[in-house]
């Protein structure tokens, strides 16, 4: 009896701290810390906070669906609330953040340029480069789960990389890079010469574009010339010269990284496999050989170009081109980077370089087909500006083509290439808001949705290039639209990949015109590191007649 009522008490008063402590910590979303406000009012008074599925909060919201659904999943949650909002899941609080106002609290954020947690799931593939590092590394394990953060503190490794790489994109040096541009959009266009009009795959010939022009702008222009091979979208058949070693290689690399890119979705979807050791274990990763073939690309490229400057620094009187791998060897000349530093940089540029550059590319002829009268105006603009013999195109030239830069600027609203940014407060961290995030807290903005809130964007899934002429954006809130991201850890390479596109979709447009292929009303849109179609996307170019 007496032991029945210790029971008791045992238990009520279990419930009583669980209770108690529940207010401090969503208990059953695994004892993750709750937000709290400046004055102590209801968070929700601020923004809503989303109900799970389970009792356990959102720990299991996109358990076992597929990267469709979980994308469709986020989007009807800013259908729904409307304004950012709050989910818990597995010992974390998450803001998600779909409006500008929010988005420039947090990327201004001082306590907010460390990386979120997912991102600790592209380690093995880019380890800690200048996107995923901070500063110092220190893991722990939260007293109450068993997630891994990556709580970088200093802050040094990102800062003196960001320094070290930052004079690579300098506007100056990018005028050098033009070249690299031209050659490399003058042979794509090149693969089509004698046919009057193709259907071609973009999905499959743009990325091959992006990763050589990358490899150019690393510095290795010489080695990866190489032929396309067409795809035609009716009979599949590859046509064309045989691509050399380097290029199936590329090729190789995209493939393998597209493998890379299935895990670290397996590991957003399921909060169990954040955790490294339960992931190693539990999860099915077979990524190993990826992994492998996609360092092996890269190494051989550091290699190749190891040599290839040794020989071009005894030939060349002045210096032409900064190469970007040029300055991280030099670098590791001077002890301010090692090897493995310069494998996560050339990986990471690799990767930051051509995927974003090739989705941008794919939507904005898509877009060009689907709108015969914008894709004329932006002719006509090249055509006024640019001569058909490209002696003038350079970087003053294309500066003037505003109607083209609208036109990409509208194609990165409507399908911005990275449609999400995640951070982790690296401590608590109050915002202006009136929201206090404890430590360890997750924000994720959903660029997708900033760029699709009706609060700033009228009839936002229309084509309309013209938002973005001067007189049409000076009220527009800065922040609702962050296609390269904002604050600190903007994306490095925006202007190189404006200039990239810029010279592509010239050449392009000089000699052809675009016709659709594809209804964008049919795509499925998945979710991803960038931005994913199940569809494969195409046009028609028909040869312009001169
Ligand atoms: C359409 C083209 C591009 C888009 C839309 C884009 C978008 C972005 C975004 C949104 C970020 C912030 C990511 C985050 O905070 O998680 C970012 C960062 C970054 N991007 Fe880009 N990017 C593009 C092209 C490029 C190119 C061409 C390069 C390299 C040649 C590049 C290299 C990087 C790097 C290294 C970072 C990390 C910067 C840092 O944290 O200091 N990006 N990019």
């Known amino acids: 009896m007496s032991l029945c009522l210790l029971l008791l008490v045992a238990v009520v008063s279990l419930f009583f701290w669980l209770y108690q402590v529940n207010k401090d910590y969503y208990v059953l979303s695994f004892f993750a810390p709750r937000v709290r406000t400046k004055d102590g009012r209801p968070v929700e008074s601020i923004v809503p906070v989303g109900k799970g599925k389970t009792i356990f909060g959102n720990c299991f919201d996109l358990l076992m669906l597929v990267p469709a659904e979980s994308f469709e999943i986020v989007r009807q949650r800013s259908r729904k609330f409307q304004s950012s909002y709050i989910l818990y899941k597995f010992s974390t609080?998450?803001?998600?953040?779909?409006?500008?106002?929010?988005?420039?609290?947090v990327l201004n954020d001082q306590n907010l340029i460390t990386k979120g947690v997912t991102y600790s799931f592209l380690h093995p593939a880019l380890q800690t480069g200048l996107l995923t590092s901070t500063g110092k590394q220190k893991s722990y394990i939260d007293l109450h789960v068993i997630i891994k953060y990556y709580n970088f503190v200093t802050g040094k490794k990102w800062h003196s990389r960001r320094k070290m790489l930052t004079p690579t994109f300098h506007f100056n040096i990018l005028g050098q890079f033009e070249e690299i541009f031209k050659t490399e959009s003058l042979k794509f266009v090149k693969?089509?010469?004698?046919?009057?009009?193709?259907?071609?795959?973009?999905?499959?010939?743009?990325?091959?574009?992006?990763?050589?022009?990358?490899?150019?702008?690393?510095?290795?222009?010489?080695?990866?010339?190489y032929n396309y091979t067409v795809l035609l979208c009716s009979t599949e058949t590859a046509m064309g010269v045989k691509l050399d070693d380097m290029a199936e290689k590329g090729d190789r690399y995209r493939q393998n990284f597209a493998m890379v890119e299935?895990?670290?979705i397996k590991r957003i979807n399921n909060p169990f496999f954040w955790n490294d050791t339960i992931y190693k274990y539990f999860g099915d990763n077979n990524d190993a050989l990826a992994l492998k073939a996609v360092h092996d690309f890269s190494s051989e490229i550091i290699a190749k170009r190891r040599i290839l400057l040794k020989?071009?620094?005894?030939?060349?009187?002045?210096?032409?081109?900064?190469?970007?791998?040029?300055?991280?060897?030099?670098?590791?000349?001077?002890?301010?980077?090692?090897?493995?530093?310069?494998?996560?940089?050339?990986?990471?540029?690799m990767f930051g370089g051509f995927d974003t550059t090739s989705m941008a590319i794919t939507f904005g002829l898509m877009n060009m087909s689907l709108h015969a009268d914008k894709q004329e105006l932006c002719y006509q603009e090249i055509n006024d500006c640019i001569d058909d013999d490209l002696s003038n195109l350079n970087i003053n030239q294309i500066a003037k083509l505003q109607y083209l830069d609208c036109v990409i600027r509208e194609t990165l609203r409507m399908f911005p290439s990275a449609p999400v940014i995640g951070r982790n407060a690296s401590k608590e961290t109050q915002l202006a808001n009136g929201l206090i995030l404890p430590a360890g807290s997750q924000v994720v903005v959903h660029v997708f949705d900033i760029h699709r809130n009706t609060k700033y964007w009228d009839a936002p899934n229309e084509f309309q290039p013209e938002r973005f002429l001067p007189e049409n954006s000076k009220d527009r809130h800065i922040y609702s639209y962050i296609p390269f991201s904002a604050g600190q850890r903007n994306c490095i390479g925006q202007k190189y990949g404006m200039l990239e596109m810029k010279t592509f979709f010239i050449i392009v447009l000089k000699q052809f015109k675009i016709l659709p292929l594809?209804?964008?009303?049919?795509?499925v849109f998945n979710t991803g590191i960038t931005l994913r179609t199940n569809n494969n996307?195409?046009?028609?170019?028909v040869k312009r007649k001169l």
Not at 93 to 105: M, R, T
Request: aromatic residues 6%; hydrophobic residues 40%; negative net charge.
């Open 191 to 225: 693969q089509f010469e004698g046919q009057s009009d193709i259907n071609i795959s973009l999905s499959e010939l743009i990325p091959r574009f992006t990763l050589n022009s990358i490899c150019g702008k690393l510095g290795l222009k010489t080695i990866l010339q």
């Open 262 to 264: 299935q895990t670290f």
């Open 311 to 349: 020989d071009e620094q005894q030939q060349r009187k002045n210096k032409q081109r900064f190469a970007m791998l040029d300055t991280l060897i030099m670098a590791e000349k001077d002890g301010l980077i090692d090897h493995q530093g310069i494998c996560e940089e050339v990986d990471t540029l």
């Open 537 to 541: 996307i195409k046009v028609k170019l």
């Open 93 to 105: 609080a998450i803001f998600n953040i779909i409006d500008a106002e929010n988005a420039e609290l």
């Open 518 to 523: 594809v209804d964008p009303k049919d795509f």
